[in-house]
């Protein structure tokens, strides 16, 4: 196998592709995808966003020497209409065209995996559409991954509390994987219940906090714990909003309830470890020191990258993406950065033209952005231009880690990003970013 670059016309559908019974016809199968597979939604969704990086249509060469797509028909159907409306089955015309004339991410060529044979690609073919098959296809996500990924759902607190618990041995990595989300998160979703425990934020706010002592809430959720595992004081997930409410008071007559309060903190401490002892290392007198390499620090930004932010939301973002591990977190901190970025360019755009409109892509601001950079060039020392370039190279290229496209499908899909690389690329881009955010 090997990958290539295919113009979009020049893909034949498979006239055997499972989604239909065998049909010979080019026009009869575009009719009956789009008839059935939702191929109107498909299309709609790629003009808005463009072509998932994580998904290579998989092709072969017929006796004709014709390229035939044998993996992700819906998605070449869909491509082929945008490309050319005039092949769209009466009646939806309009529709495909209006789209191609809206988009300007609509690829005119794709990357397309080329395999030897049909037998060759249906190996992989099949890891794809057969279910898990114990372990060697595709796993979807239990609840608890969801949660932990999207970080915004109503389960959000019971996770963030199971893997405090875990973390504090309050309970065991063999209890944490029963089935206890549900319990949880219907206690914690009442809010007489949160007040009981010490929580004051809501049950979809990935950042809890308290403002009882740490000790007072360990032992209030040692307890919680224990009589859910028990299937004691109704702790189940049968119970209802009388149930919760009653067992708050229960905890607080019983004592175990906290009864004092202190100023808020994270449930998660943020605070970095305390570090080792240093080591006493060997260097010749007078000799020069090797500074640490870039790639080894925690975080995205390096503590050296300085700038004043008067947007109180664009600070928001700024310090937490200061704060995250981006090796250990690095998922987490991929989506800050995405969330910092975006809102960054979307400030200095609106000072230079205006309130964009509704419904503008990212990489259209930020082409935008670099356009009216480049009319200031002649401005900038040489590492802010060469910053510049970098930034124009994240906008050009789709797989550039830091591309609006690339981060946005690390918060649609299951791509997982590099931290070294996260790093290295804010490091390309990093002064241009501190001219951007001295100029909104």
Not at 222 to 250: I, M, Q
Not at 253 to 260: K, V
Request: proline share 5%; with cysteine; charged share 30%.
């Amino acid at each position: 196998m090997e990958s290539i670059s295919v113009r979009v016309l020049d893909l034949y559908l498979d006239s055997k592709n499972p989604r239909h019974e065998p049909i010979s016809d080019r026009q009869k199968i575009i009719e009956h995808l789009v008839r059935t597979e939702k191929i109107k939604i498909l299309a709609k969704d790629i003009s808005e966003k463009g072509i998932s990086p994580l998904d290579l249509p998989a092709i072969i060469k017929d006796g004709k020497g014709n390229f035939v797509v044998v993996e992700g028909n819906r998605r070449i159907c869909a491509l082929t209409l945008l490309n050319d409306p005039e092949l769209c089955p009466e009646g939806d015309k309009t529709y495909f065209k209006n789209l191609s004339e809206k988009s300007e991410i609509i690829p005119e060529e794709l990357n397309c995996i080329l395999f030897d044979s049909r037998e060759e690609a249906n190996i992989w073919i099949e890891l794809r559409h057969n279910g898990e098959q114990g372990g060697v296809g595709l796993v979807t996500w239990d609840a608890s991954q969801k949660a932990r990924f999207f970080d915004s759902s109503d389960n959000t607190l019971a996770l963030k509390l199971i893997d405090y618990a875990q973390e504090r041995k309050i309970i065991t990595a063999a209890q944490r994987q029963t089935k206890i989300l549900t319990t949880i998160s219907r206690f914690v979703g009442n809010p007489i219940f949160r007040s009981m425990l010490g929580v004051i934020t809501g049950r979809s706010d990935p950042n809890v906090k308290l403002d009882v002592p740490r000790d007072d809430f360990d032992k209030v959720l040692k307890k919680f714990f224990d009589d859910l595992f028990a299937g004691e004081n109704n702790v189940t997930s049968r119970s209802k909003k009388d149930d919760w409410e009653r067992y708050a008071k229960k905890l607080r007559t019983e004592g175990y309830a906290p009864n004092t309060h202190v100023d808020e903190y994270d449930l998660i401490e943020k605070t970095p470890k305390q570090p080792s002892p240093p080591k006493t290392v060997q260097t010749p007198i007078d000799g020069p020191v090797n500074n640490p390499s870039p790639d080894l620090r925690k975080y995205i930004i390096p503590s050296d990258f300085k700038v004043v932010i008067k947007d109180k939301i664009i600070k928001r973002a700024y310090d937490e993406l200061r704060t995250l591990n981006c090796d250990e977190y690095t998922l987490a901190s991929a989506l800050v950065c995405r969330a910092f970025l975006e809102n960054v360019y979307g400030r200095f755009y609106e000072k230079t033209y205006g309130n964009h409109p509704s419904g503008m892509q990212t990489h259209s601001v930020l082409d935008k952005v670099i356009k009216k950079l480049e009319e200031n060039k002649g401005e900038f020392s040489k590492i802010e231009s060469n910053a510049l370039g970098a930034l124009r190279r994240v906008q050009n290229n789709e797989n550039n880690i830091l591309s609006p496209k690339t981060l946005g499908a690390f918060a649609h899909a299951g791509w997982y990003p590099d931290a070294k690389a996260l790093k290295r690329e804010w490091d390309n881009i990093s002064e241009i970013v501190a001219y951007l955010l001295k100029n909104i």
